[in-house]
C-alpha cells in the first residue's frame, strides 16, 4: 500500500462493534452512579470526555474516558484581587477526598472490587468482552471567573473539571470546549482535521511497536492540540497524504523554539499547550516526535 492508502485507512473512525464496546462501558458507569444510595442524591454530572467524546480515537482497546463531575461544591478561580465574597460564594465542608471516596464505593459496589483499581487520578474499571477499559475521574466543577457580568446580569465563568490526584497537586481540564472547537474545525476543514488527528494517532502506535523512541509517551490529547494548532487552510488537498504533510511540516518547524509557538494553547484554548509547567509533555518532546515521523513516512 501507498501511504496514500495507509492514511485513508487509518483517518475512518473505529467500527460500529469498537463504538458499541464504548458506549456498553459508558452506560455501565451511568448505572453504577445511578443506582448508588449516596451519589444518586447529589447534583452529579456523568459524561464522555478525551478522545472517545472527540471521535478521535483509534484502537479497539482504546481506554473510554468518564467524568463524574460534582456539581454541589466547586472549585473557583477568581480574578486578582478578587474573593469568594464578591460572588457570593461560600466555603464548603465537604472534601474532595471524601466525594472520590463515594466514587470509589459506587464503583466496587457495581462492578466487585477485582474489577477496580484506584490510580492516583482516576479509577480503572477493567475491560470485558462487553466492554473497553474505562477510565472514571471524579472531579469537582470549576469556574473560572472573567470579572464579568453575563448578558443575565450573572458572574461570568468559564467551566471547567478539577481534581486532586492522591499524591497531590490539583489539574484542571475543560472538556466542554475541547469537544466544540474540535467540532467547529472538523466542519470548517472539510472532516479532515480529525482524519489527521487520526492518522497522527496511528503513526505514533505505528512507531511504537517498532520501539521508535522519539514516539513512546506522546499523549493522543498532544497530538489533538499540535493538529489543533496547524491553520485551516493546510487542510483540504485532493490527496490527504499532502494534509498530513502540510500539517506536519508547520508544526514541526513552529517547535524549532518556543517563541514560535509560546501562544499556542490546547485544543480548548483555555490553557497554554506548553506553558504551563505541570504540563505530562514538553515543546521538546512533541519537537522529536515530529521529527521522527517525518523521517518515518520519508516526507520531503
Known amino acids: 500500500m501507498s501511504w496514500e492508502d495507509t492514511f485513508r485507512t487509518w483517518a475512518n473512525p473505529p467500527s460500529e462493534s469498537e463504538r458499541e464496546r464504548c458506549a456498553n462501558a459508558e452506560k455501565a458507569i451511568c448505572d453504577a452512579f445511578n443506582s448508588d444510595e449516596k451519589l444518586s442524591q447529589k447534583n452529579i454530572l456523568v459524561f464522555a470526555q478525551g478522545s472517545y467524546k472527540a471521535n478521535t480515537h483509534v484502537r479497539l482497546d482504546s481506554d473510554v474516558d468518564i467524568c463524574i463531575m460534582l456539581k454541589d461544591t466547586f472549585f473557583a478561580q477568581y480574578p486578582e484581587g478578587h474573593s469568594q465574597e464578591i460572588y457570593g460564594n461560600t466555603s464548603s465542608s465537604f472534601t474532595y477526598g471524601e466525594f472520590k471516596n463515594l466514587v470509589e464505593s459506587a464503583l466496587i459496589s457495581h462492578f466487585g472490587s477485582s474489577q477496580v483499581t484506584r490510580g492516583n487520578k482516576a479509577f480503572d474499571v477493567h475491560a470485558n468482552s462487553y466492554r473497553v477499559d474505562a477510565d472514571v475521574i471524579p472531579t469537582f466543577e470549576h469556574r473560572r471567573y472573567t470579572g464579568r457580568r453575563g448578558t443575565d446580569g450573572n458572574h461570568h465563568y468559564h467551566q471547567g473539571v478539577e481534581f ?63 493538529v489543533w494548532n496547524a491553520p485551516k487552510s493546510y487542510f483540504g488537498h485532493d490527496n490527504i497524504y499532502d494534509d498530513v504533510r502540510e500539517v506536519l511540516a508547520h508544526i514541526y518547524n513552529a517547535t524549532i523554539k518556543q517563541e514560535n509557538c509560546n501562544e499556542w494553547g490546547e485544543v480548548n484554548e483555555l490553557k497554554y499547550l506548553f506553558r504551563d509547567a505541570i504540563q505530562p509533555w514538553t515543546r521538546d518532546q512533541a519537537h522529536r516526535f515530529l521529527s521522527a515521523a517525518w523521517d518515518y513516512v520519508s516526507f520531503k
Open 164 to 226: 486532586r490526584p492522591d499524591n497531590g497537586g490539583s489539574i484542571i481540564n475543560w472538556p466542554d470546549q475541547s469537544y466544540q472547537n474540535g467540532v467547529d474545525k472538523n466542519s470548517q476543514t472539510s472532516r479532515r482535521y480529525k482524519s489527521v488527528v487520526r492518522i497522527l494517532k496511528r503513526l505514533r502506535n505505528k512507531m511504537q511497536e517498532e520501539d521508535i523512541n522519539d514516539a513512546g509517551n506522546i499523549a493522543s490529547f498532544l497530538i489533538e492540540s499540535l
